[in-house]
């Protein structure tokens, strides 16, 4: 059974999924990790294994057992350094920032997620997006360093279809996917301005209200 982290795709779809895969002893949830604003919209207030990424640099290093990342890994991450500025530098909380409050920020992030990955000897992680996030990113590159075995799980504009890699770099190309159906089916892709794309109704976006 594999230890595994699940980052975010917090709806009632994907919870059973993944609960299934551990009730079936396919992995075992160490963590489920969001973020407090997705926990407001979501039916996870019961869910025992959540846990809010925010919260864990304050939660990592007040433990006895706390371990800083080596610096031969942290020196493999600082390469991305500007890069993953300019990530955390997405969030509204942080718009203020300078570049030694990012530094400082990143160095804490990387120490928090290093230590709580080598203590709970996770082997798994599902991202249910690219991380495009300074905190997902930064697990992201631990775990390849690490040999942590990452899959990347997004949505696609193809109904019933989603798309998944085992590797950032991969994505578009899939030469590490195998090809689990033989017979795709044909899509007809309109060239209209107006998409009427599955992902966008149920209130996700009102057309209505756009331009107000």
Known sequence: MKNAIIWEMDNFTTKGAFEQLEIAENIKISAWF??????????????????FWQD??????????????PEEIYNKIYK???LLMDLFARS???????????????NMY???????????????IFFGSIPHEGANY???LIAKILNIKTIIMLQSIFPNKFHYCYDINDFGEFKNIRNYQNDNGSYKV???YEK?????????????NKLN
């Open 138 to 140: 930064i697990v992201y």
């Open 190 to 192: 309109s060239n209209n």
């Open 80 to 82: 991305e350094i500007y």
């Open 196 to 208: 009427e794309l599955f992902y966008m109704k149920n209130n996700y976006l009102n057309c209505n």
């Open 110 to 124: 990387v120490n928090s997620f290093y230590s709580y990955l080598k203590r709970e000897k996770i082997d798994i």
């Open 92 to 106: 509204k909380e942080l718009e203020m920032c300078n570049m030694h409050d990012f530094l400082n920020i990143i």
């Open 34 to 51: 969001r973020t407090k604003d997705e926990f407001k919209k979501s039916n996870f207030e019961s869910y025992p294994k959540q846990y």
């Open 56 to 69: 864990l640099v304050k939660e990592e290093f007040a433990r006895e057992d706390f371990n800083y990342c």
